[in-house]
């Protein structure tokens, strides 16, 4: 199993350029989550999902949305991208609360330079 | 309003010298404590969770212990392997809802 993986691991961006990440995950997982790392800032939750077809807003989700098209893809879209929206992006995924297992597992990031 | 606050922010430690994280939280239904740990350029990698209060779990070097309103994460005679970031995170309780995390503590252990 490859996990959590999203792409691009990297990216430069030029003020009001549009992007999209994308998330996959093979474990079959329900709930899937994005989130942004800021130093100092900790992790912040900018939309998750419940399932496919499905997607809510979380604490910081000015300036982006998502879709949730497949079970397995999290797609993170920036329309017109800002310099405040430089950071490092991780997408996460969990299984069902059921049998007590709550836990995240994240991919390996997308870091993401807004000129 | 739901908070996770860690320290200390930073720790240094020798080769062997045995110490703890904190962890202290205010939320408004605790359905679970995470731990997880970051290496520099990676994503977070899930270490342990905690459920109710005087619940413990320990892996390797590493012990999570939790109160009613703090969680610690005990290091016993860490290794330079141990160095990283360790991230406290809460669920509360509510459906589907995301993590709520904390800002970290970056342990450092020289040799």
């Known amino acids: 199993n490859a996990g959590v993986t999203q792409t691009p691991k990297f990216r430069v961006l030029k003020t009001g350029q549009s992007m999209t990440l994308l998330c996959a995950q093979d474990m079959n997982h329900e709930y899937m989550y994005w989130y942004r790392q800021d130093p100092g800032m900790g992790l912040r939750l900018i939309h998750y999902s419940v399932g496919e077809g499905t997607t809510a807003k979380g604490e910081v989700p000015d300036g982006y949305n998502v879709s949730r098209l497949k079970k397995q893809n999290f797609l993170l879209g920036l329309e017109s991208a800002a310099p405040s929206q430089t950071s490092v992006y991780f997408c996460?995924?969990?299984?069902?609360?059921?049998?007590?297992?709550?836990?995240?597992?994240f991919g390996p990031g997308t870091r993401l330079t807004v000129l | 309003e739901d908070q996770v606050t860690q320290s200390p922010e930073a720790l240094r430690l020798q080769e062997g010298e045995s110490s703890s994280l904190n962890c202290s939280y205010t939320v408004s239904g605790l359905r679970g404590l995470f731990w997880y740990r970051q290496d520099p350029g990676k994503g977070p990698e899930f270490l342990f969770t905690?459920?109710?209060a005087g619940e413990e779990k320990e892996k390797e070097r590493l012990k999570a212990t939790l109160t009613k309103k703090e969680s610690f994460l005990h290091i016993t005679a860490p290794k330079p392997e141990d160095s990283a970031t360790y991230l406290c995170a809460v669920q509360i309780n509510q459906a589907g809802t995301a993590l709520i995390f904390g800002k970290g503590t970056t342990l450092s252990v020289s040799s």
């Open positions: 905690l459920y109710s």
């Open positions: 996460a995924s969990r299984g069902p609360s059921e049998g007590g297992h709550n836990e995240q597992f």
